[in-house]
C-alpha cells in the first residue's frame, strides 16, 4: 500500500484521473443527457395529459405525477432493478438507472410545462379559437412556442439536479464518477484522490451547467422583452 499513510499522493491521483475522465465520465453524461430527454418529452405528455377533457385521464396522471414524486429515487431505482424482473420487465443496470431518472424527473417537468401553458395569455387562446384553428394545430402553432421557452431555465435546473443523482446508480452496479472512483479506491484502499477527484469533476459539470442555464434565463427574459 504505497504511500498509505500520506494525505495526498500525486502518483495515484495522475493514474486514476484518466479513468474518472473516461467511463466513468461517459456513463454520466449518458444518464444525465438521456434521462433529461426522457423527462422533458414525458413531462411534457403528462402536463398535456393533465388538462385532458376527459376526467379519469386526468385524475390517473396526478395519480402517476403524485406517486412518482412522493417515493424516494432509490427505492424507484431498486424496485425496477430487483422487483420489475420478476414480471417480465428487464433491463441492462445503466438502461434501468437512465430510464427511472427519466419518469422520476418527468413528474416535476410536467409541474413546469404546465406552469409554462397557463402563463401563456388567455388572448392566445381565445385568438386560436376565433380564427378555428383544430385542437392540434392550436397547441404546435401557437401554446407551445409560447410556453416552452419560458420553462427552458427551469428545464436546467432539473439537468443539474439529475447530474448530481446519477452517483445513485452505483448501488445497482452502475460505474459513474463516483462508481469508478470508488472501484479504483478500493484497489489499494486510497479513497482520498480518486474520490476528492471525482467532487471536483462533478463541480466543474455542475458550475458549466448552472453558468448555460443562467444564460438562458438572460436570454429568455431578454425575449420577452422584445
Same mark, same amino acid.
Do not use: C
Given at each position: 500500500?504505497?504511500?498509505?499513510?500520506?494525505?495526498?499522493?500525486? &502518483?495515484? +491521483?495522475?493514474?486514476? *484521473?484518466?479513468?474518472?475522465?473516461?467511463?466513468?465520465?461517459?456513463?454520466?453524461?449518458?444518464?444525465?443527457?438521456?434521462?433529461?430527454?426522457?423527462?422533458? +418529452?414525458?413531462?411534457?405528455?403528462? =402536463?398535456?395529459? $393533465?388538462?385532458? #377533457?376527459?376526467?379519469?385521464?386526468?385524475?390517473?396522471?396526478? *395519480?402517476?405525477?403524485?406517486?412518482?414524486?412522493?417515493?424516494?429515487?432509490?427505492?424507484?431505482?431498486?424496485?425496477?432493478?430487483?422487483?420489475?424482473?420478476?414480471?417480465?420487465?428487464?433491463? &441492462?443496470? *445503466?438502461?434501468?438507472?437512465?430510464?427511472?431518472?427519466?419518469?422520476?424527473?418527468?413528474?416535476?417537468?410536467?409541474?413546469?410545462?404546465?406552469?409554462?401553458?397557463?402563463?401563456?395569455?388567455?388572448?392566445?387562446?381565445?385568438? =386560436? /379559437?376565433?380564427?378555428?384553428?383544430?385542437?392540434?394545430? !392550436?397547441?404546435?402553432?401557437?401554446?407551445? #412556442?409560447? +410556453?416552452?421557452?419560458?420553462?427552458?431555465?427551469?428545464?436546467?435546473?432539473?439537468?443539474?439536479?439529475?447530474?448530481?443523482?446519477?452517483?445513485?446508480?452505483? /448501488?445497482?452496479?452502475?460505474? &459513474?464518477?463516483?462508481?469508478?472512483?470508488?472501484?479504483?479506491?478500493?484497489?489499494?484502499? $486510497?479513497?482520498?484522490?480518486?474520490?476528492?477527484?471525482?467532487?471536483?469533476?462533478?463541480?466543474?459539470?455542475?458550475?458549466?451547467?448552472?453558468?448555460? !442555464?443562467?444564460?438562458?434565463?438572460?436570454?429568455?427574459?431578454? *425575449?420577452?422583452?422584445?
Amino acid at each position: 500500500m504505497q504511500g498509505a499513510n500520506e494525505v495526498w499522493n500525486w &502518483d495515484n +491521483a495522475w493514474e486514476v *484521473l484518466p479513468l474518472i475522465l473516461g467511463d466513468g465520465l461517459l456513463v454520466t453524461l449518458q444518464a444525465t443527457v438521456l434521462g433529461s430527454l426522457i423527462a422533458y +418529452a414525458f413531462g411534457l405528455v403528462l =402536463a398535456l395529459l $393533465r388538462r385532458s #377533457p376527459i376526467r379519469v385521464v386526468g385524475t390517473v396522471v396526478w *395519480l402517476f405525477i403524485e406517486v412518482i414524486r412522493s417515493t424516494p429515487l432509490l427505492v424507484q431505482i431498486f424496485f425496477a432493478f430487483y422487483v420489475l424482473p420478476d414480471f417480465g420487465v428487464q433491463f &441492462d443496470a *445503466l438502461t434501468t438507472g437512465i430510464i427511472v431518472i427519466g419518469l422520476h424527473y418527468s413528474t416535476y417537468t410536467a409541474e413546469i410545462y404546465r406552469a409554462g401553458i397557463e402563463a401563456v395569455p388567455v388572448g392566445q387562446w381565445e385568438a =386560436a /379559437t376565433a380564427l378555428n384553428l383544430p385542437r392540434t394545430r !392550436t397547441w404546435t402553432g401557437v401554446i407551445l #412556442p409560447q +410556453a416552452i421557452p419560458r420553462v427552458l431555465p427551469a428545464l436546467g435546473n432539473y439537468t443539474i439536479s439529475m447530474l448530481k443523482e446519477t452517483p445513485l446508480l452505483l /448501488t445497482i452496479g452502475v460505474a &459513474d464518477i463516483v462508481g469508478t472512483a470508488s472501484q479504483e479506491g478500493a484497489k489499494d484502499f $486510497r479513497l482520498q484522490e480518486p474520490i476528492t477527484i471525482a467532487g471536483v469533476v462533478f463541480l466543474l459539470l455542475s458550475f458549466s451547467a448552472s453558468l448555460l !442555464t443562467r444564460w438562458m434565463e438572460r436570454r429568455v427574459g431578454s *425575449l420577452k422583452s422584445v
